[in-house]
């Protein structure tokens, strides 16, 4: 699908004798971070050579660029900071999407108070979000002692609330995998069964149950380590399976967001255009996404370009997702289609028989197709040297 559109653009170039390389990009670069950019916290060996190619004589970037990771434990601007050291120049906070950035646009939840759980600064990322009523883990577990029994030397037998004011919990935001997960996920089902206020249980379990926004579907992710290690999704998978144990049903997600869910790439998309407005370029056309997953990245690009392709045939505002998630919000995406590039220096290994499986579940019905790369190259520097080639441009 996606190929087929790069071939046809060359057909026409061709047959209109268009020869000579592009002087401004029409296209726009999605790369993920971790496993193509560094592994842990080292920088990969072509990743500032590569990007120097990216750099006009302004000393910023002549291409439209966004940086797309399932990572949230940090805010924005520092990501970008870590960015910018990594790649040799400077990158802006707004050329930066991590796992949980779409949720700026859930503004029916921004007002409701909402339990919060993850690792790093996550009341400030909250509130940059836009959250303005927020309680920790920790502030819950404070607050219901009795509730956290896991641990035998945490044990406390006072009942809550402590504070006789405190306030029902009306949504649940998963922006990471917390540190440790036995009180998380034994006061979350807690929470989900008690419709917020967890004094006891009613003679009926409540369902639907509160709203659950998640970020983040990774089951595994690369680092230092010589074996990928769990994600956020590997989380997810716990309380899920506690869930269902409990009450028989499922845990039903007003959404689920981070790659490879669509609006992960149609926020991006914006982004995108923003950024390529910013250097004086009006529109992206192609968007190449570069990544190390292929239940994540190339799912996730494979899966926008077939949204795309719906959308230029007139039935892209059936698409289920978007359309559910944001209404009247949605506006037209600029681009015609998004070519997934998959690198072997992260999580696929060439040959390798260890499967990274996401829970499929959350994208039925799975096409075999979805899962498949329109390119597999060596490294990051690779994959930028294929989309010049592409798009003609040097």
């Not at 950035?101 to 600064?121: A, E």
């Not at 037209?332 to 499986?357: M, N, W, Y």
Request: aromatic share 8%.
């Amino acid at each position: 699908m996606a190929i087929a559109k790069i071939l046809l653009r060359l057909d026409v170039a061709k047959f209109t004798g268009i020869r000579h390389l592009s002087t401004k990009p029409r296209f726009g670069l999605l790369f993920d971070i971790d496993g193509v950019i560094v592994r842990g916290k080292k920088v990969l060996q072509p990743v500032r050579e590569s990007f120097k190619r990216l750099q006009g004589d302004n000393g910023k970037f002549r291409v439209p660029t966004l940086f797309v990771t399932n990572s949230g434990n940090s805010l924005c601007s520092q990501k970008a900071a870590n960015l910018s050291e990594w790649i040799g120049f400077e990158v802006a906070e707004s050329q930066v999407v991590l796992a949980h950035t779409p949720l700026q646009m859930f503004d029916y939840l921004h007002d409701k108070q909402v339990l919060i759980s993850g690792q790093g600064p996550i009341t400030e990322i909250a509130r940059e979000l836009g959250f303005n009523k927020t309680v920790t883990v920790d502030e819950l577990a404070r607050n219901f002692p009795c509730l956290d029994y896991v641990n035998v030397k945490k044990r406390n037998p006072i009942c809550g609330p402590v504070d006789p004011n405190f306030p029902r919990i009306e949504g649940i935001v998963l922006l990471s995998e917390p540190v440790n997960w036995e009180t998380p996920l034994q006061l979350m089902v807690d929470l989900l069964v008690t419709n917020g206020m967890p004094t006891g249980l009613s003679a009926a379990i409540p369902y639907p149950h509160i709203p659950v926004l998640a970020c983040n579907m990774d089951l595994l992710w690369v680092s230092e380590a010589p074996i990928p290690r769990y994600g956020h999704g590997a989380f997810l998978l716990c309380l899920e399976s506690l869930y269902r144990k409990v009450t028989g049903k499922d845990i039903t997600y007003s959404a689920l967001v981070g790659k490879p869910s669509e609006i992960t790439y149609y926020h991006a998309n914006r982004m995108l255009v923003n950024h390529a407005r910013s250097i004086g370029i009006e529109n992206v056309d192609t968007i190449y996404a570069i990544g190390d997953n292929i239940n994540t990245d190339v799912f996730g690009a494979n899966l926008y370009d077939k949204y795309l392709s719906r959308y230029e045939s007139g039935e892209g505002t059936r698409s289920r997702s978007l359309e559910k998630l944001l209404g009247k919000n949605m506006k037209s995406p600029s681009a015609k289609a998004c070519i997934s590039i998959l690198v072997e220096t992260g999580v696929h290994q060439r040959d390798s028989k260890f499967i990274p499986d996401h829970s499929p579940r959350d994208f039925l019905p799975v096409e075999d197709g979805l899962c498949k790369p329109a390119f597999i190259v060596k490294d990051v520097g690779q994959a930028i040297n294929l989309a010049f080639k592409e798009e003609k441009f040097e």
